[in-house]
């Protein structure tokens, strides 16, 4: 199935905005593989976002293309899917931010710090299930250890159910749950849940999950469908470590970064070009 067709006439405006909310001071790496993913996905115009003044962050080296900016200046951007949580940090501050785009008509996609602080934080959770009923797109990706945070339970009673698990955070914060593992789940909060086929122990890295949030909001920001959004970047996610373990014989040694001109590749295989 093809992801994302693009006319001849298409520009930069034409495929989205990606905004990552992350990259405090010490943190860099985790918002910069999401905006390089979210890039290498196809949207048109990707941003940092710094949570603080980390004057030491102004550009991303390897792809100056991401555009690192404040809060402030972050007012007067497009930003169509904003990406919150990739090196984030919990202080009080960066709850009063979560707050605020929370509240805004983007699309959403919340990791990492953000959920943590969600789970702690009973005022996020509340504005993040009030999003669906004003018609805003909200999807959640914890690891197991996030997801036992906010059910307020262990890791291992998360993976002894794990359906039931991504239902549960699915319903509790009505948005769509991607609880990603071994066979990530993909749940709504009408009970349905999609179980995905592919990825492997490369995918066990640091990393990872910063690209996988990357590419879910870039096929957002692209027009794709939430929940198609998050069952399509998680089929990519694993095919690319596929494809990789396949290419190296085994399932050790992979940086995160590796997977982005993989998974770049694979979109560009499953889109074919439409004629000029």
Same mark, same amino acid.
């Given at each position: 199935?093809?992801?994302?067709?693009?006319?001849?006439?298409?520009?930069?405006?034409?495929?989205?905005? /990606?905004? /990552?909310?992350?990259?405090?001071?010490?943190? /860099?790496?985790?918002?910069?593989?999401?905006?390089?993913?979210?890039?290498?996905?196809?949207?048109?115009?990707?941003? *940092?976002?710094?949570?603080?003044?980390?004057?030491?962050? *102004?550009?991303?080296?390897?792809?100056?293309?991401?555009?690192?900016?404040?809060?402030?200046?972050?007012?007067?951007?497009?930003?169509?899917?904003?990406?919150?949580?990739?090196?984030?940090?919990?202080?009080?501050?960066?709850?009063?931010?979560?707050?605020?785009?929370?509240?805004?008509?983007?699309?959403?996609?919340?990791?990492?710090?953000?959920?943590?602080?969600?789970?702690?934080?009973?005022?996020?959770?509340?504005?993040?299930?009030?999003?669906?009923?004003?018609?805003?797109?909200?999807?959640?990706?914890?690891?197991?250890?996030?997801?036992?945070?906010?059910?307020?339970?262990?890791?291992?009673?998360?993976?002894?159910?794990?359906?039931?698990?991504?239902?549960?955070?699915?319903?509790?914060?009505?948005? *769509?749950?991607?609880?990603?593992?071994?066979?990530?789940?993909?749940?709504?909060?009408?009970?349905? /849940?999609?179980?995905?086929?592919?990825?492997?122990?490369?995918?066990?890295?640091?990393?990872?999950?910063?690209?996988?949030?990357?590419?879910?909001?870039?096929?957002?920001?692209?027009?794709?469908?939430?929940?198609?959004?998050?069952?399509?970047?998680?089929?990519?996610?694993?095919?690319?470590?596929?494809?990789?373990?396949?290419?190296?014989?085994?399932?050790?040694? !992979?940086?995160?970064?590796?997977?982005?001109?993989?998974?770049?590749?694979? *979109?560009?295989?499953?889109?074919?070009? !439409?004629?000029?």
């Amino acid at each position: 199935m093809a992801l994302i067709q693009r006319d001849p006439d298409s520009h930069k405006g034409s495929h989205g905005a /990606v905004g /990552v909310l992350g990259g405090a001071l010490g943190t /860099v790496g985790a918002a910069m593989l999401c905006a390089r993913s979210a890039l290498m996905s196809g949207a048109g115009k990707v941003f *940092i976002i710094r949570p603080d003044h980390n004057e030491h962050f *102004i550009v991303d080296p390897l792809y100056p293309e991401i555009m690192v900016i404040d809060l402030v200046q972050s007012e007067s951007k497009p930003i169509n899917v904003w990406v919150v949580g990739p090196g984030l940090g919990t202080d009080a501050k960066t709850l009063s931010v979560l707050s605020k785009v929370y509240s805004m008509s983007a699309g959403l996609v919340i990791d990492a710090d953000a959920l943590n602080l969600m789970a702690e934080e009973p005022a996020l959770a509340r504005a993040c299930q009030r999003r669906a009923s004003n018609q805003r797109s909200t999807i959640v990706t914890p690891h197991p250890g996030e997801a036992a945070h906010l059910l307020g339970t262990t890791s291992e009673a998360i993976q002894a159910d794990r359906s039931h698990a991504a239902r549960e955070i699915a319903r509790k914060l009505n948005a *769509i749950c991607v609880l990603k593992g071994r066979h990530t789940r993909i749940a709504n909060p009408a009970g349905d /849940v999609v179980t995905n086929s592919t990825g492997n122990p490369l995918l066990a890295t640091a990393g990872t999950g910063d690209v996988l949030a990357g590419l879910i909001g870039a096929l957002m920001a692209q027009g794709l469908d939430p929940q198609q959004s998050a069952i399509d970047a998680v089929r990519l996610h694993g095919l690319a470590a596929d494809t990789l373990r396949d290419a190296w014989g085994g399932t050790i040694g !992979l940086a995160a970064g590796e997977l982005i001109p993989v998974i770049r590749s694979l *979109i560009n295989r499953e889109t074919p070009g !439409l004629e000029s």
